[in-house]
């Protein structure tokens, strides 16, 4: 079973950074893409950025410009750096790889003014 687990979430001041982590059981991310979602309270999930296995990328609308998505393969990782945050990213973020079905539990991101 694939297990994916996120780290680095918690709360910062608008306009600063933080970097999220999503950590699988195995060597799940070299054979398949991965994405980080996020879903605000009230509002319908969304995508952030997705990745595929040979490294493309795309990223909502939302994200484009201050977000990038990237991985290790190494440490079977995937990272999601997002900078100049603003009070509307405020959300659980999520990973995800889809070929898996797999889901990790969130981290909560809180950004405020």
């Known amino acids: 079973q694939v297990r994916l687990v996120e780290s680095g979430g918690g709360s910062v001041q608008a306009g600063g950074s933080l970097r999220l982590s999503c950590l699988a059981s195995g060597d799940v991310f070299r054979d398949t893409g991965a994405g980080w979602f996020r879903q605000a309270p009230g509002k319908q999930r969304e995508l952030v950025a997705g990745?595929?296995?040979?490294?493309?990328?795309n990223y909502g609308d939302s994200a484009k410009g201050r977000f990038t998505i990237s991985r290790n393969d190494a440490k079977d990782t995937v990272y999601l750096q997002m900078n100049s945050l603003e009070p509307e990213d405020t959300a659980v973020y999520t990973c995800?790889?889809?070929?898996?079905?797999?889901w990790g539990q969130g981290t909560q991101v809180t950004v405020f003014s």
């Open positions: 990745i595929t296995v040979d490294g493309r990328t």
């Open positions: 995800a790889a889809p070929h898996y079905n797999a």
